[in-house]
């Protein structure tokens, strides 16, 4: 709508700088507080580019099987293909009356490095669908590989809904912390 969208960079350093055990919970409610803007009829908190890579993380990656599927290059970039499909139950994402959403998907990995080029992740439980599409790139500044697009399309109760996002203006935080011995 135009409008601009508040930044949560601050209040996120100060999470990941407190270190407490409900700085999680805390998080978690950023995350959710943020899904406010969202548009369409699905209540959702995991349109964030980072969600395509999360079926990696160690804490994942033994809930589902993957399988190769082929090799393509991305914008002059050598990728070999995994596809994914979620097994565990109950399944990471989680829809209405807290029932299954299972995700399905593929990564496109360089094999030198181990990159996520791109991620495309679908998702089904009862009535909703949803596909997310995250383009990533090498940043020459902090020499890291970076979210650049996301595209994500949902079904669900009788309506589609689809976004674009496209991120460009990254920085490194940094925290410091010392410690007093008495």
Do not use: C
């Not at 135009?2 to 978690?28: F, K, M, N, P, Y």
């Not at 020459?140 to 595209?151: A, F, G, I, Q």
């Amino acid at each position: 709508d135009g409008e601009d969208v508040a930044d949560h960079t601050a209040r996120l350093a100060a999470l990941l700088a407190d270190g407490s055990r409900d700085a999680i919970a805390r998080a978690r409610s950023l995350t959710d507080a943020s899904a406010r803007f969202n548009v369409g009829p699905v209540a959702r908190n995991v349109n964030i580019p980072t969600m395509g890579m999360a079926y990696l993380e160690p804490a994942r990656v033994g809930g589902a099987r993957f399988t190769r599927a082929g090799a393509e290059q991305i914008e002059g970039v050598d990728t070999v293909i995994l596809a994914f499909e979620e097994t565990a139950r109950p399944t990471f994402v989680r829809g209405d009356g807290n029932s299954d959403v299972t995700a399905r998907g593929r990564y496109w990995v360089h094999p030198g490095s181990g990159a996520i080029v791109r991620a495309q992740v679908d998702f089904t439980g009862g009535e909703l669908t949803g596909s997310m599409q995250v383009e990533t790139g090498l940043h020459e500044t902090l020499s890291v590989w970076v979210p650049r697009r996301m595209n994500e399309t949902w079904h669900a109760k009788g309506q589609r809904t689809t976004g674009f996002a496209e991120y460009d203006r990254f920085e490194r935080l940094t925290i410091s912390t010392g410690e007093i011995v008495k």
